[in-house]
């Protein structure tokens, strides 16, 4: 008599074993409960997402957090990115309204005068420089005080084709201090340096001018007594006034003691910044702001540098080049920390501090090449 075949034990075990169904119903239970969370999930972030935009789009507040980014965006190499957030039409009119705006803030005839301090045998002397060490909301940098403006010269770049450090400015003349001074020519964002913005004046001598004949200019700098020079100005200006160093660059953000940006709305976003100003007793200001680091600065914008300005007793002060120029140099060593990814950048121009300037011998490295001639993006083999 046949028996009746039997199941094989493991399809018994399978069949039958309460751990292998439990199984099955725990990994049905964790896919049903990742459906769950998924779907949570993606409706959640869809809910935030339209709030978000309702609050960006919608409410006066978003829409002023909208145009502080825009505005941040329009100061870096990535300007583009700004149409996404307020659209290309939007991004184009601003910078018209800010550059009109900043010529407007460079015409008023400043009347400041300084008086710079008899000091008597008996009261100890002022040092050269003195740097201190400042902080705000969302920003860190340094106000460096230079107590006589006739010691400060220009330095530019020793080699043609190239711009050059400011660290190496300062150990190549042996000056004490320096600072970042005008813009360049900056192609890309990559530019070698070498190609100043508008002009440059060293020394009393007009060594590069990029403006073409009768035409006037934003300058920062100082004339041969100390007293500094910030606005709009012609060449035939800038020379009946004596200036001595200077560079192109805007805006002038306080004259005849009084601040021009309104608020923080008005202040062209966040980024690392440098100013130069000037108090009633003559003494130099120099404010420079680290940013584009978030752990450590996120960066400043115009209003907070002016601010700063009043704050020390600035009646006169002006926008320098920043953002990843920005840096502050003394006894040799970079003070601040500068945000460039690729180190310390090449630069055309730097206010330099020296203990005796007349002694100080700054060539004319432009001499005999024209403006239209150089090129700002091609490297220096």
Do not use: C
């Amino acid at each position: 008599m046949e028996q009746a075949s039997l199941p094989k034990r493991s399809t018994l075990r399978n069949n039958n074993n309460p751990k292998t169904t439990n199984s099955k119903k725990k990994h049905k239970k964790r896919k049903r409960g990742f459906i769950r969370f998924f779907t949570q999930l993606v409706w959640t972030v869809l809910v935030l997402g339209a709030l978000v935009a309702g609050w960006l789009f919608l409410t006066t507040s978003g829409n002023n957090f909208r145009f502080l980014v825009a505005d941040t965006l329009i100061t870096t190499q990535h300007r583009y990115l700004a149409k996404y957030i307020i659209g290309q039409a939007e991004l184009d009119k601003r910078v018209v309204e800010y550059n009109a705006r900043f010529e407007e803030m460079g015409n008023e005839k400043d009347t400041h005068k300084i008086q710079r301090p008899v000091q008597s045998v008996a009261e100890e002397k002022k040092p050269l420089v003195e740097i201190e060490e400042i902080s705000g909301t969302g920003y860190r940098g340094y106000v460096m005080i230079v107590n006589d403006p006739t010691k400060i010269r220009l330095g530019i770049p020793k080699s043609k084709g190239k711009g050059e450090t400011v660290s190496n400015m300062v150990s190549r003349t042996g000056a004490i201090a320096g600072v970042n001074g005008g813009g360049f020519d900056d192609p890309n964002w990559k530019g070698n340096g070498f190609k100043p913005i508008g002009v440059v004046i060293s020394q009393g001598k007009l060594y590069y001018n990029g403006l073409g004949k009768n035409r006037s200019t934003q300058i920062v700098g100082i004339d041969k007594t100390g007293n500094m020079i910030a606005g709009h100005y012609s060449l035939n200006e800038l020379k009946d006034m004596g200036v001595q160093e200077a560079v192109t660059f805007q805006p002038r953000i306080i004259v005849n003691g009084k601040g021009l940006i309104k608020n923080s709305k008005e202040g062209w976003g966040i980024a690392p910044r440098t100013a130069m100003g000037q108090r009633e007793d003559g003494a130099i200001i120099f404010v420079v702001i680290d940013g584009r680091q978030p752990t450590y600065s996120t960066g400043a914008n115009l209003y907070d540098v002016q601010q700063i300005m009043l704050k020390h007793g600035a009646v006169i002060a002006a926008n320098l080049d920043g953002g990843s120029s920005t840096v502050l140099v003394k006894d040799n060593q970079i003070v601040n920390k500068p945000s460039s990814q690729y180190g310390e950048r090449y630069l055309p121009t730097a206010f330099l501090v020296f203990e005796h300037p007349e002694q100080v011998n700054i060539p004319n490295v432009w001499a005999g090449l024209n403006a239209s001639d150089i090129d700002g993006g091609k490297k220096k083999k």
